[in-house]
DNA sequence: GATGAATGAGGATTCATTCAT
DNA sequence: AATGAATGAATCCTCATTCAT
């Protein structure tokens, strides 16, 4: 990966969400970066294809955030810890989370879905606590979840410890 | 409002649900109402004032969906109803709020806040309850909400009941 | 056809003979015709769509050469025709054919092949002449048909009745 | 001329004859030849120059046509031998034609007239016959061994025999 | 109210070409 | 001799928008 293909993809990320993909020209990105534009086909072959990297990093990103995860043993810490997520991310992070997001909704694919990964441990840690229900908990925890997620990508609050703790509450953890 | 103004703006809904704002020509749109695309700019001015409308239409839905709160006192009643509301709304709803869920990432309009509109009665509602943090409570509660809206939008659930009772359970209801 | 569409079609033509397909940018016939370039585009949907609109007009102008041919009978009379027909054609033809011709290298269709449209007219008549081998004497005379057409192309000749009388005598007629 | 270059013409010939030369990139070409695209310009200088040199091997290929030619000295048998080099050529060959003929109608030089080479040795053999309108026979000729060219090209036909003889008879050889 | 011909700016993409290594 | 990263001009095409009818 050369300085160039790395400033592309920053100038890609930051623009992507503050203007959407549509609403981005590759001319832009270009300008951004300070590269020719034909640059970016040459090392991405379409504008898809420098989104498909971004969803790509995106997906590192979460495998970053789950690894610490097989750490952990106790069903209650694994499910606090993944509740605590969304309230952890860095603003890298949050820009690239909002770039799938602006693109979700044209785009359906499965791999949209970035919280769907989270699904199995969830679903083992209700199972390991004995839920009485624990299919439906791991839905309504991935929802809450997600509504977890996107306010934090729209509001940049700072309360995130009192949002936890409220969280954790409802579910008894 | 003329038999060929609704079919743009039907033909707009659909279309801006399933390929979004910037993805849907004003052509394509002129196209499936049967009209010619000069129309759209006499009723509409822009292709952004068909958006315009669409915003408009949904704020008047969110509102009918409100109204019935009026009459509504007890404020575990309220909540509960306010918690049903995503899980109940029908086919047009769905397109018209997976609309502006689509152009909410471009736009930074508080008026995409949708659920926005509901926080004074949930506030109220915790306070009438004695809840000891009612305004952290009702952000709980919108975010909440907010996830359940996403999950209904992308997921066309049938179990809309067991949903609602595992969340009005989280919040005691 | 309004009369911008016929202007770009005649812009078409003369850019097209003069530096072929690949050579002449939509936006010099644009220019050329006194037209918006996306005009173009609204009209042929494609420069291919163009160049299509050329091998049409083509094939037209190839019918109405053959159309005559139907009030003659005798077989030398109809094949005396044929042969003078690459000798006779007008301007915009040469520039039409010349079109084609440029094109046929890259483009490998039936379609392209302009003088076969001559075929069956030509065996029927050396059927009818009793030559012992019609077919051949079919498959050479649409060589030297294209010969002919080919020479006509790329000399502006003067000296027609020459040829013509030359090449009769090749085939007795 | 290193291996690398060679395969660079070969390459070029193939593409060149498929697809036009303005439809072939360089980077296709220096795909198919397995070489980096810079090399090109580093033995040809430009795309076009490599065309020049594809152009110098077709002469130098003629050449070595009419080289035999030179030991005969009966005039029927020159003529005889030039009418049957379109019907012998090999497959490289015509590739090679392929390359010039596409590029023909662009390109107005008249190194693109191949056939034009032989045209001092048709023309004194019909002298040597006696013919009396050398010229005009020799210009035909010339036009049907063009013909007959255009129709190997294009063609890949097996009768060559019996096509060279019904073009024989034609000019009583 | 409605059409459809026409526009022109802007967009993604391709391509020949250069240059440091 | 050979590479491959990088350029920037040019190309085809799309799109929102206007306007005469």
Redesign the pocket.
């Given at each position: 990966m050369?300085?160039?293909?790395l400033k592309i993809i920053n100038s890609a990320i930051n623009l992507f969400a503050q203007t959407g993909y549509d609403g981005?020209?590759?001319?832009i990105i270009a300008k951004e970066a300070g590269?020719?534009?034909?640059?970016i086909?040459?090392h991405f072959k379409?504008?898809?294809g420098l989104l498909e990297k971004l969803i790509e990093i995106s997906k590192e990103k979460l495998k970053d955030m789950i690894n610490p995860l097989q750490e952990l043993s106790h069903p209650k810490v694994i499910l606090k810890y993944i509740l605590s997520i969304p309230l952890n991310i860095g603003q890298q992070e949050k820009k690239l989370f909002t770039v799938i997001y602006g693109v979700r909704w044209q785009i359906n694919d499965k791999r949209m879905d970035l919280l769907k990964l989270f699904e199995p441990k969830i679903l083992e840690s209700f199972k390991a606590l004995n839920h009485n229900d624990p299919i439906s908990e791991t839905r309504t925890f991935l929802m809450i979840l997600e509504g977890t997620l996107l306010y934090v990508l729209q509001n940049d609050s700072q309360d995130s410890l009192l949002i936890l703790d409220n969280l954790l509450e409802k579910f008894n953890l």
């Open positions: 050369t300085e160039k293909e981005t020209s590759t001319s590269v020719s534009e034909g640059l086909f040459k379409n504008k898809n």
